[in-house]
């Protein structure tokens, strides 16, 4: 298999150089106690990379446990059938960070994301090493991988398994597949290449049954998540002619249809399911703040619009959380700044 050379940044322990995945495999030989976690509302590339990489780890005799500030999303349960993943508890936990030999961030480089688990994670004299595939990190780790070509965590935590003296089981590979299925939109996104088809490849030759995994992810729907997804659709406009189209969730819809921001999850799908539209938008609207999840089609950085609101991600998906506004100025005022975004003729930049 030909493998797409990863790019790195350097760790703060050592400047001279990157942190590459054979100082990471060395840090993992001599550690024994493990924490992995991830980001806020975890999805699905952020609870297969951690699975996938506890699973490994495990087979390397290593004493892992998996702690998340989130509950798993019900449409995730399933990857988690023997209740691996723990939901944060500080008088049950926080020993088990403090002392823990090496904590592994991922799908995430902001600390903030960990919500309950930040204040412990950075006290921890652990060594905290950050996986990911967005760029911009939070200097808070001690070292990074961070490669923002890849399609997903689960890419780059596939090629550090491939690095460790282990086993892909139908467990690992099915935790990969899923990580790698809803970070490419089903093999659909622009990073989707190649070399992420030989790797979805090898997964299903190691027991990842493609059909299965997205039965259960994307096939077993709620009533009060329809009705939600029918009020969302209700709720679409679309502008700039009819370049930029965008839903809002309002915590109106959520309490009607019994359902959670959790549940919005792929929404973005349908703004940018539109014939014409460049960019799509999704607002949700949270008892604290919105939340804003950015999508464009091309060359059009919607990245660069979500950084306007102190937000981040990749050329053509990104995010961002605002608090303290009410939802009509956020999407009123975020539609205004899109406008520059929308009409870009390709390769010119805002």
């Given at each position: 298999m030909v493998s797409r050379p990863f790019i790195m940044t350097e760790s703060n322990n050592i400047p001279a150089g990157p942190f590459t995945i054979q100082h990471l495999k060395s840090m993992i030989e001599r550690a024994n106690k493990f924490v992995l976690t991830t980001h806020v509302n975890p999805d699905g590339d952020g609870l297969g990379s951690e699975l996938a990489l506890a699973d490994g780890l495990r087979q390397m005799g290593?004493?892992?446990?998996?702690?998340?500030?989130?509950?798993?999303?019900?449409?995730?349960?399933?990857?988690?059938?023997?209740?691996?993943?723990?939901?944060?508890?500080?008088?049950?936990?926080?020993?088990?960070?403090?002392?823990?030999?090496?904590?592994?961030?991922?799908?995430?480089?902001?600390?903030?994301?960990?919500?309950?688990?930040?204040?412990?994670?950075?006290?921890?004299?652990?060594?905290?090493?950050?996986?990911?595939?967005?760029?911009?990190?939070?200097p808070f780790a001690d070292h990074y991988i961070i490669d923002d070509e890849a399609t997903s965590t689960g890419e780059i935590v596939y090629r550090i398994l491939r690095e460790l003296p282990i086993s892909f089981t139908a467990e690992i590979a099915t935790s990969l597949y899923a990580a790698i299925m809803t970070d490419t939109g089903s093999f659909k996104y622009p990073r989707t290449d190649p070399e992420i088809h030989r790797i979805a490849a090898h997964l299903l030759e190691c027991g990842a049954d493609p059909t299965q995994i997205y039965v259960n992810i994307y096939e077993q729907w709620t009533p009060g998540r329809m009705h939600l997804l029918g009020e969302v659709l209700d709720s679409m406009k679309t502008t700039y002619d009819g370049k930029l189209a965008?839903?809002?969730?309002?915590?109106?819809?959520?309490?009607?249809?019994?359902?959670?921001?959790?549940?919005?999850?792929?929404?973005?799908?349908?703004?940018?399911?539109?014939?014409?539209?460049?960019?799509?938008?999704?607002?949700?609207?949270?008892?604290?703040?919105?939340?804003?999840?950015?999508?464009?089609?091309?060359?059009?950085?919607?990245?660069?619009?979500?950084?306007?609101?102190?937000?981040?991600?990749?050329?053509?998906?990104?995010?961002?959380?605002?608090?303290?506004?009410?939802?009509?100025?956020?999407?009123?005022?975020?539609?205004?700044k899109a406008e520059k975004y929308v009409m870009m003729n390709k390769g010119t930049k805002p």
């Open positions: 290593k004493d892992v446990m998996i702690i998340n500030h989130s509950a798993t999303p019900s449409n995730y349960q399933w990857m988690d059938v023997n209740d691996k993943i723990l939901r944060f508890l500080p008088e049950q936990h926080r020993d088990h960070i403090l002392h823990a030999e090496l904590i592994l961030i991922l799908d995430t480089n902001q600390p903030d994301r960990l919500r309950s688990l930040e204040l412990f994670v950075k006290q921890s004299n652990a060594a905290k090493i950050v996986i990911d595939h967005h760029l911009d990190p939070d965008y839903v809002v969730c309002t915590q109106k819809m959520f309490q009607e249809t019994g359902t959670t921001e959790v549940e919005t999850d792929n929404f973005t799908t349908y703004p940018m399911s539109i014939h014409g539209v460049s960019v799509g938008i999704l607002f949700n609207e949270l008892q604290n703040g919105v939340k804003i999840s950015f999508r464009s089609k091309g060359n059009i950085p919607i990245n660069r619009l979500a950084s306007e609101f102190g937000g981040g991600g990749h050329l053509n998906a990104a995010g961002a959380r605002l608090f303290d506004s009410s939802l009509n100025e956020i999407v009123e005022t975020v539609v205004q």
